[in-house]
């Protein structure tokens, strides 16, 4: 047997001793030591996604962790290997598949959302989801390799360029990834956030902010960029305001990228994109290139994720952290220790 963090129903989670599967052919065992808490944990924790997860499901994805063991046929691992998963497992059938978008296969197990995840002490994957970690990167920040893959793979679906004026309105855990990934790529950004602790924190990460409820942002973005607007907006907030602002300081051209999840349809000024011959694309999860990519820039420091880091929690301690979380305040990433002996200290 092995503890988990299990979703129960809408604003109830509990744990729970559930069973440890063995390994079998082409799986490993993992023990994850970080688990990190993301929005979508949270939508799932108000019910908003009960028509995927079944009821009692083990939560989490975001996660660092190592090898204990190896099923058979399974290559290139032993036990000890620090690693990531990138938390997708396909068909390899779909039409989306069969055009190379296995990402968002039509008929995609998002490992931690449609099947079982990390939050537990003993976790068993697939070995193609094992993604490499460097030895000496730290597992504490190794659990935020997960939604760097997301901001890299946002960066790269708006198409960033170098010298690019971007916006990315929303400066929570995701959209401060999506800002420090899009400077790496050499444009220049700003974040639009509601919350002082989070414009205080992206500013000590060297990142320009502005309060929405302080300034008129589209304003602003015209004197920054001597009227043209921005080049390209990230929309990360998950709210209808979120959309307008994205929208609104886009110039000619411009590329607007949705992030969040939208638990709602959103009114959205189509004639502003007429007008402006604006482009909307989504952009959903991450590939390996992604993946590597992300370990890559948290490795280098180029994404100091410990910097993002509010708190680390003992699994038992797990249900209170979602309610914390949920309540916002002073908090950007909660970690669950998922270790069998929680000292408190980070591996």
């Given at each position: 047997?092995?503890?988990?963090?299990?979703?129960?129903?809408?604003?109830?989670?509990d744990t729970a001793a559930v069973e440890?599967?063995?390994?079998?052919?082409?799986?490993?065992?993992?023990?994850?030591?970080?688990v990190g808490i993301c929005g979508t944990d949270l939508h799932i924790f108000h019910g908003?996604?009960?028509?995927?997860?079944?009821?009692?499901?083990?939560l989490g994805h975001?996660?660092?962790?190592?090898?204990?063991?190896?099923?058979?046929g399974v290559e290139g691992w032993r036990p000890g290997d620090p690693v990531t998963v990138m938390p997708l497992r396909w068909d390899d059938s779909c039409p989306a598949c069969r055009a190379g978008h296995?990402?968002?296969?039509q008929h995609l197990d998002f490992i931690g959302i449609d099947?079982?995840?990390a939050m537990q002490h003993r976790w068993t994957v697939p070995a193609s989801t094992l993604v490499r970690l460097p030895g000496d990167l730290p597992l504490d920040r190794a659990a935020l390799v997960e939604p760097t893959a997301v901001a890299v793979h946002d960066v790269g679906r708006a198409q960033v360029r170098e010298g690019e004026k971007v916006v990315v309105?929303?400066?929570?855990?995701?959209?401060?990834?999506?800002?420090?990934?899009?400077?790496?790529?050499?444009?220049?950004?700003?974040?639009?956030?509601l919350s002082a602790h989070r414009r205080l924190l992206a500013e000590e990460l060297g990142l320009q902010t502005w309060d929405p409820v302080a300034v008129d942002v589209p304003e602003l973005v015209r004197e920054w960029t001597g009227e043209a607007g921005a080049d390209v907006a990230f929309e990360v907030s998950g709210a209808q305001a979120g959309v307008e602002c994205a929208v609104d300081v886009l110039g000619v051209r411009g590329r607007l990228c949705l992030v969040a999840i939208h638990a709602r349809p959103?009114?959205?000024?189509?004639?502003?994109?007429?007008?402006?011959?604006?482009?909307?694309?989504?952009?959903r999860l991450y590939d390996r290139s992604d993946f590597e990519r992300a370990v890559a820039l948290v490795a280098d420091g180029t994404v100091p994720a410990g910097r993002l880091i509010s708190k680390v929690v003992p699994l038992a301690e797990a249900p209170a952290a979602f309610e914390a979380l949920e309540g916002g305040g002073d908090v950007m990433k909660i970690l669950v220790d998922c270790s069998n002996d929680f000292r408190g200290a980070r591996a």
């Open positions: 047997m092995t503890l988990a963090v299990r979703y129960v129903s809408a604003r109830v989670l440890e599967a063995p390994p079998g052919r082409g799986e490993v065992v993992l023990a994850p030591a970080y908003d996604m009960d028509a995927r997860v079944g009821a009692p499901a083990v975001e996660m660092a962790g190592r090898v204990v063991a190896v099923g058979e296995q990402h968002i296969c099947s079982p995840g309105v929303g400066g929570g855990p995701v959209g401060v990834l999506i800002a420090l990934v899009a400077r790496g790529a050499g444009a220049d950004v700003r974040v639009v956030e959103r009114e959205v000024n189509l004639h502003r994109f007429f007008w402006r011959e604006l482009t909307l694309v989504g952009a």
